[in-house]
C-alpha cells in the first residue's frame, strides 16, 4: 500500500469525531446535522490537500494534533454568526465597513421594546383607524428642521432614486459635471439617474461650473437642477460651483425644482466644535431647496435610512409614488430613528449620547489621558512580551464625511516579537473579538478615538491569547 492510501485509511470516520472528547466542547453548540457536515466537509478537504500533494511531501503519519486543531477551528467557526461584534482601533469613526455610526443607548432601549413588543406602527390610536408609519418622524423633522414635510426610506441612494424617478422621470436633470460623484460600494450618481428614468445633462467642467452653464443647458425638456454634495472627496486649487441660493434663484425664474443632495446631513454646525464647515440641513432648506437628502447613518448618527425634506406638494408626490413602498424603512430603524432625532431637542444632549458626536468632538487630551492609562493595564497584564508606547494619531471622520478632516488623537504602537506588524495585525483581525487596526511605517496601531471603553477588557484578553499562540502557528 502506499503512503497517500496509508494516510487516508488513518482518517477517522465523522461519527467516531462526532464522539470524541476532544472536539466534545466544540460540537455541543450545533445541531448534530450542522456539526456532521462541517466534520465532514473538513475531511474532504485534508483528502484534496492530500491527494495534491507531492508525493515526496507526504508525511509518514498523520498529524492527529493539526488534524483536531483544524477541526475545532472549523466547528468554532460553525457555531459563531457571521455578523458580528468587532473592535474599531482604525481611528475611522464612521466606518463603511465596519457598520457606520454606533447607535445611542436610548436607540437601543426603544428598539429592544419595538423588537420585543407589538407596535403602532401604522394604527392611528387617537382614531383607531390605520395610520402612516412615516406619522412617527415627520414631526420631529419638521420641528428640528423648518421643513413643511418629510418623508423617510431606507437609505440615501433609496432617496435619490425616489426623486429623480418621481420628479424628473424622461426629464432632464441638469448637475456638474465635478458632482457627479461615485461613492462607497460603486453607487455611481450617473447610473442612478439612468435607472430613476431622468436624463443625465451634466454641465461646466470637473472643476469649475458657474451660474452660466446652468442657464445654458435648460430646455423645454428640463425638470430639475440637482446638486450634489462631493461626500468623499474635494477638489481643491482653480475652483468654482454655484451657491445654492443662485441655483435657487434660476430655478425660480424658470419654474424648475431644486433638490441638494448631501448625502452626509448634518444637524449641528460642526465648526463650532473644531471642526471643517458642513452645510447643516437648516440651512440648506433656508437657502430654498425644494427637496434636501441626506442620510441618517453617517454624521447624523442614527441608523441606516434615507431622509427626505423640503416643500409639501414636492414631498407629497414622492409619498404617493409605489415606489415608495418597496423603499419603506422597518419598525426598528423606526424607533431607532426617533429615538436620535430627539436627542437633537438639546444639542448638548445630542453630543454627549450620539457616539458618532461623541467621538468627532472629544478633546485629545482626554485621549492622551485614556491611552496612558490603558497602555499601563497592558503592561501590568502581559508585562514585557508586548511592548506598548503611546503616540499622536490622526483619526478620520469616515463614511464619505468630511474627507480633509483630521482628527488630532492619540494611539498604541504595538510591539510583540517575534511578529511582523503584518503577522500580529492578522492575528488581531483573526481573533475573537476581531481587533481591526492599521498599520503605519510597519508599526500596528491602535487609535483611541475609536476605541471603546468596553472595549478595553476585550482588547486585553485577545492580546494575552495572540501572545500565548505565538510559536503555535509560526
Known sequence: MDRLSQL??????????????????????????????VVRRTLAEIRQ???????????DQLDDEALFRELEQTLEAAARPSLRRVINATGVIIHTNLGRSLLAMECIERLIEAALFYTNLEYDLARGVRGSRQDHLEGLLRELTGAEAALVVNNNAGAVLLALHTLARGKEVVISRGQLVEIGGSFRMPEIMVVSGAILKEVGTTNKTHLHDYEKAITSETAMLLKVHPSNFRILGFTKEVPLPELVELGRRYGLLVVEDLGSGCLLDLSRYGLEKEPTVQETLKAGADLVLFSGDKLLGGPQAGLILGRREVVARLRANPLTRTLRPDKLTLAAMEATLRLYLEESQAVAAIPTLRMLTRPAADLEREAQALARKLRRRLGDRVQVKVVPSQAQVGGGSLPLAHLPSRALALNVPPL???????????????????VEHDIVLLDLRTLLPEDHGALAAVLERVVKGIGSRE
Open 49 to 59: 490537500r492530500l491527494k495534491a500533494a507531492a508525493p515526496a511531501d507526504l508525511p
Open 8 to 37: 487516508l485509511r488513518q482518517l477517522p470516520q465523522v461519527d467516531e469525531l462526532l464522539r470524541h472528547p476532544r472536539l466534545a466542547e466544540v460540537v455541543a453548540p450545533l445541531p448534530r446535522s450542522l456539526a456532521a457536515g
Open 420 to 438: 511582523a506588524a503584518h503577522q500580529l495585525e492578522a492575528r488581531l483581525r483573526q481573533a475573537q473579538p476581531p481587533v481591526i487596526a492599521r
